[in-house]
């Protein structure tokens, strides 16, 4: 019992003991549970632990593997078949075969099995069983022995000639186990679930460099499977050391996270360490407390090679999690394997970690080549995909972010539960571009892990700005913030949705509190851009644009969204000079896919202020570049516009074919192209019923309007030019009333200027001279500096001048 037997000098031998535990051999109908301790052979294993030992010295085993064991263990030596198995240690979820095979080999190893010293015997076509016979020892009675045997000192002699002694025994051994029991279940938890941790960096002690900051990576990993702990995020770990006056990317010593947890709040700090013995290596784990430097608790693992280290490192995690009050429960559901949750692979782990590094302390072209790194070493790391894939977005590299969210949806078996959130919904918010399906993932998660910030981040954006869900996101925005407080994607949420509900105010003070938190991301530029944009601040704009030219790549982005004032406010040559200015710079960082944008979005305004031939330039230029779905939209909108419905259609056609689930596509995107294809070919009264389907989601914002600059209340603008046609001129202008009337959506986009042209016309057709009058002043007031030579402004003049 625990290993080995005492010898007749000792005090107390334990031999006796069976009258009174239960060593009964198990049988299958045996009825046990986890909170029993089984010993097999040299091998003890301990339930509520989760430990398995030779001889008292721990093995290694991922909590999977472990629940194999049990299984095998209360059938003793009866088979059980592979479903019987699976059931029980996958229980409700599909998986394969191979996951029980490949943890019957990892068993069959952590046992140390020979072709002559078997443990586990495969019954071919049916199970398996265990080879030796199997004990039960109440787990409870084995821990009152080891602490009570400094107090029960009974001799050898005296229990054989005096047999009512071990009457005496046993009642103070019944004792015992009632007060170690009540402690046990009485003892508060060391962590509650309101409580977060400061991951330290490793001391690595083997001289081996490949485990600097990848077993951090791969304990963040494992604890971030927990929906019970959390850990300080690493946007607060970057901005505390940048409080610290220390660089983002700063080695995580003790005293280092020490002092970060007094700064961020924490609960804890939790460090581990690794070190070699010969071949094996130690792995140790410390959480101490910021409060009082109380040791919490601390953990031990061995690993019998350098291949081991991840297994072990599984297994220390697990532990650790039941340790600080976690239930066993949670443990088992989310607790997968690191070698299948991340990588086998400890090069492709300490790439992926570098990667993450170098991005926060340099950004995400500098981060890419370790990333990539990460997915040659290991072509089924699933999770470094997904960040592949995230980095190529937001570098508007689509067609790359498409095919990596693909391949990490493909390998979503090697990712934990939490991660397949995560690479879930960045599949369907990338790949397929279903923000329905994200919307189902992200609230299962939500569920899943209430303490995710990173769900909710991602709820404040698209999922539901799109539909124009903007009082929800901007809940989501809040609870992010809530949830993480130095990541600045709540703040730039918080207040670009408010701009979008009109709250140019809240806006304000959402950037404001970003900017005194010192975050300085470039969407935080963009939305001080938009703010000042539609505050009419002129000295601020150009201040904000100055600010983005000072960051690398600034000047490609700000180059477009001054562009696109420049044409709102009239000035149509700056705004050409402007986009070629910021195509060249796209290509030039070797951004084809930018610049494709860039160019769609010079078309599609092109297209608007009427320039046909400039319009099917542009459009034509930009496909040469990139086929991605927000650059057909633009060169097929700028076509259709332009008089070439029969190429704006064949690019429509591509779309539904390319991107059947797409939500920006089936509800903005065609019901736009198929609308101003049958106004091109004289079928006006088709516009409103082509347009229907875009109705729900015609105030959101899609995808291209945040990439490329154009798209917002497009289905509202080509549906009163539907009406103008028809010359149904109150239907036309309630249409264009909406572009008007809501600012904060259009923002900079020329169709806002335009609107007020086409209202114009609009109340003109119904006869009312004074709302006619005053649209047309509203534009000719935008339009006060333009430029002379527009042929659109000279049109507009004479119509206001005939009202007169």
Request: glycine fraction near 8%.
């Amino acid at each position: 019992m625990g290993g080995k037997r005492r010898g007749k000098g000792d005090v107390l031998d334990y031999a006796p003991l069976s009258r009174f535990i239960d060593f009964a051999p198990v049988t299958a109908n045996a009825s046990r549970t986890d909170s029993e301790t089984y010993e097999f052979g040299p091998f003890r294993a301990d339930g509520p632990q989760q430990r398995l030992a030779r001889d008292g010295q721990p093995i290694a085993l991922t909590p999977k593997t472990f629940q194999l064991l049990l299984v095998l263990l209360r059938h003793g030596r009866d088979l059980v078949t592979k479903d019987e198995l699976m059931q029980a240690v996958w229980p409700n979820t599909f998986v394969e075969e191979t996951n029980l095979t490949r943890n019957i080999f990892a068993l069959r190893k952590a046992l140390g099995e020979t072709d002559e010293d078997r443990y586990i015997i495969t019954v071919p076509g049916h199970g398996y069983r265990l080879a030796r016979d199997v004990h039960v020892v109440d787990d409870t009675i084995t821990a009152v022995v080891a602490a009570t045997e400094s107090k029960v000192q009974i001799h050898l002699e005296e229990t054989r000639q005096n047999p009512m002694a071990w009457l005496a025994v046993a009642g103070v051994l019944l004792l015992a186990t009632a007060a170690v029991a009540r402690g046990f279940l009485n003892r508060p938890p060391v962590l509650t679930a309101k409580d977060t941790v400061i991951l330290a960096d490793f001391v690595n002690s083997t001289g081996d460099s490949v485990f600097d900051g990848t077993l951090r990576q791969g304990l963040a990993v494992q604890l971030e499977q927990s929906p019970y702990l959390s850990l300080v995020s690493d946007e607060r770990v970057e901005r505390a050391l940048r409080l610290m006056n220390r660089l983002p990317d700063a080695r995580l010593t003790a005293e280092t996270a020490a002092e970060l947890c007094q700064r961020t709040g924490a609960a804890a700090v939790l460090q581990g360490s690794i070190s070699g013995i010969g071949s094996r290596f130690i792995l140790g784990l410390r959480a101490t407390s910021c409060r009082t430097g109380e040791l919490l608790d601390e953990e031990q693992a061995q690993a019998s090679g350098r291949d081991d280290v991840l297994t072990a490192l599984t297994a220390l995690a697990s532990r650790f999690r039941t340790r600080v009050g976690e239930s066993m429960a949670t443990v088992q559901k989310y607790s997968r394997p690191l070698e299948e949750a991340t990588t086998p692979s400890l090069e492709a782990l300490k790439a992926y970690s570098t990667g993450w590094r170098i991005h926060a302390a340099h950004g995400a072209v500098a981060a890419l080549p370790m990333f990539r790194r990460a997915t040659e070493l290991d072509p089924n790391f699933a999770m470094a995909y997904a960040s592949l894939s995230r980095l190529y977005a937001d570098l508007d590299q689509s067609d790359l972010a498409i095919a990596n969210a693909k391949r990490s949806w493909e390998l979503r078996d090697r990712a934990s539960e939490a991660e397949k959130f995560f690479l879930t919904a960045t599949y369907e918010m990338l790949a397929t571009g279903n923000l329905e399906a994200a919307q189902q993932t992200c609230a299962a998660w939500a569920e899943a892990y209430p303490r995710e910030a990173r769900v909710h981040f991602l709820l404040a954006g698209m999922i539901n700005k799109t539909p124009g869900r903007y009082d929800q996101a901007l809940a989501e925005a809040r609870k992010a913030i809530e949830l993480d407080p130095d990541f600045w994607a709540g703040y730039y949420n918080s207040g670009v949705n408010s701009v979008y509900l009109g709250k140019v105010a809240e806006g304000e003070s959402a950037l404001r509190a970003a900017r005194a938190r010192g975050m300085d991301a470039d969407e935080l530029i963009m939305l001080a851009y938009d703010l000042a944009f539609l505050q009419g601040d002129t000295v601020r704009l150009q201040n904000e644009a100055a600010l983005a030219r000072e960051r690398p790549g600034g000047e490609n982005w700000m180059s477009a969204r001054e562009a696109s004032v420049a044409a709102y406010t009239g000035h149509l040559s700056a705004a050409r000079i402007l986009s070629r200015r910021a195509v060249d710079q796209a290509l030039q960082a070797s951004q084809p896919e930018r610049a494709a944008l860039w160019e769609a979005g010079a078309a599609v305004r092109e297209a608007l202020f009427g320039n046909a031939t400039s319009a099917g330039e542009g459009a034509l230029a930009a496909l040469k570049l990139s086929h991605d779905r927000e650059v057909e939209y633009g060169a097929s909108f700028a076509l259709a516009l332009s008089g070439d419905p029969s190429g704006a259609e064949a690019l429509a056609d591509d779309l539904q074919r390319r991107s059947p689930d797409d939500t920006s596509v089936r509800f903005s995107y065609l019901p736009v192209l198929r609308a101003l294809v049958a106004l091109a070919r004289g079928e006006s009264e088709r516009v409103p019923e082509l347009l229907e389907r875009a109705v729900p989601h015609e105030f959101g914002v899609p995808r291209s309007s945040i990439s490329g600059l154009f798209g917002a209340l497009y289905p509202s603008y080509v549906r009163g030019l539907g009406y103008l046609a028809a010359h149904r001129g109150s239907e036309a202008a309630a249409e264009f009333r909406k572009v008007v009337d809501h600012p904060g959506v259009v923002v900079n986009d020329p169709v806002g200027a335009l609107a007020r042209l086409q209202l114009g016309r609009a109340y003109a057709l119904t006869g009312d001279k004074a709302k006619a009058q005053a649209a047309y002043k509203d534009l000719l007031d935008v339009w006060k500096n333009g430029d002379r030579d527009m042929p659109i402004l000279r049109q507009a003049e004479d119509e206001y001048s005939r009202l007169r």
